[in-house]
């Protein structure tokens, strides 16, 4: 994987292109729910560290991962289990490279710790967001909360706050109205679920970015945040340039 990040070019739009209003209900006609949401892949900064790993399946076929069979998991010297936790089940899909600012964390499912010895303990997958495989990671659970409404419409993008699309499920490349993916904006840079995005495209030939569509934020990391794309004219890409919608100053 590689995420080509784009330099903030100074062009400014003397025109923008006409937009109506989307729903204020940023789950809109897509019944977005905070599941689809949290299986979305995760861009890393950094490769994880793991403490606790899946050990494999309890089951006779130790190839089939199904969610009516336990996990195994294998345990550590105070590592803190105890029955009834929940955690997110995880694996790095693609190795940060050299120059690349995000690698790529798949989410594969959640499980809640059910019974556990000095050596393993036994999990149950309530979900499952894609195969859980041996050596899947655990990281403490924390609920996706959706958004109610975005952010009032405003007309004004501030170019001055430049982002840039990272990455959709299963590492995505090629977006559209619907789609949920992540952009490089997150605590750090002031973004709040419900914001609104508008994307465009830096063709680099000195010409004016192209407008492609807007986003409402759904949920915010520190270096990164999960969006949903509430209208597009053409299809988004990794590297186009998120800027935020704010309302003028008074």
Same mark, same amino acid.
């Given at each position: 994987?590689?995420?080509?990040?784009?330099?903030?070019?100074?062009?400014?739009?003397?025109?923008?292109?006409?937009?109506?209003?989307? $729903?204020?209900?940023?789950?809109?006609?897509?019944?977005?729910?905070?599941?689809?949401?949290?299986?979305?892949?995760?861009?890393?900064?950094?490769? &994880?560290?793991?403490v606790?790993?899946v050990?494999?399946?309890?089951?006779?076929?130790?190839?089939?991962? +199904?969610?009516?069979?336990?996990?195994?998991?294998?345990?550590?010297?105070?590592?803190?289990?105890?029955?009834?936790?929940?955690?997110?089940?995880?694996?790095? /899909?693609?190795?940060?490279?050299?120059?690349?600012?995000?690698?790529?964390?798949?989410?594969?499912?959640?499980?809640?710790?059910?019974?556990?010895?000095?050596?393993?303990?036994m999990?149950?997958?309530d979900?499952?967001?894609d195969?859980?495989?041996?050596?899947?990671?655990?990281? &403490?659970?924390?609920?996706?909360?959706? $958004?109610?409404?975005?952010? $009032?419409?405003?007309?004004?993008?501030?170019?001055?706050?430049?982002?840039?699309?990272?990455?959709?499920?299963?590492?995505?490349?090629?977006?559209?109205?619907?789609?949920?993916?992540?952009?490089? %904006?997150? +605590?750090?840079?002031? +973004?709040?679920?419900?914001?609104?995005?508008?994307?465009?495209?830096? %063709?680099?030939?000195?010409? &004016?970015?192209?407008?492609?569509?807007?986003?409402?934020?759904?949920?915010?990391?520190?270096? +990164?945040? /999960?969006?949903?794309?509430? /209208?597009?004219?053409?299809?988004?890409?990794?590297?186009?340039?998120?800027? $935020?919608? %704010?309302?003028?100053? /008074?």
């Amino acid at each position: 994987m590689r995420i080509r990040l784009i330099g903030a070019a100074a062009i400014w739009l003397a025109a923008f292109p006409a937009w109506a209003q989307s $729903p204020k209900d940023v789950r809109g006609p897509w019944t977005l729910t905070s599941t689809i949401v949290m299986c979305t892949d995760v861009p890393i900064a950094a490769k &994880p560290a793991p403490v606790l790993t899946v050990k494999g399946i309890h089951n006779y076929d130790l190839k089939l991962m +199904t969610t009516s069979a336990p996990l195994v998991i294998g345990r550590r010297p105070d590592d803190g289990l105890a029955v009834g936790q929940r955690y997110i089940l995880a694996r790095v /899909k693609n190795q940060l490279e050299h120059g690349e600012a995000f690698g790529d964390l798949r989410i594969t499912g959640v499980a809640t710790i059910k019974a556990l010895d000095e050596v393993n303990a036994m999990a149950d997958i309530d979900v499952a967001c894609d195969g859980i495989e041996a050596g899947d990671y655990l990281a &403490p659970y924390t609920e996706t909360v959706m $958004p109610g409404s975005a952010a $009032p419409v405003v007309v004004d993008p501030d170019f001055t706050d430049r982002g840039n699309v990272l990455f959709g499920v299963d590492n995505r490349t090629l977006l559209g109205t619907g789609d949920v993916l992540s952009i490089d %904006r997150g +605590t750090q840079q002031g +973004t709040v679920p419900g914001a609104r995005y508008a994307v465009y495209r830096d %063709r680099r030939n000195g010409m &004016p970015l192209i407008y492609l569509g807007e986003m409402v934020v759904l949920s915010v990391g520190e270096q +990164t945040s /999960k969006v949903v794309i509430t /209208k597009t004219v053409d299809g988004v890409e990794p590297g186009d340039i998120v800027v $935020p919608r %704010r309302a003028p100053s /008074k």
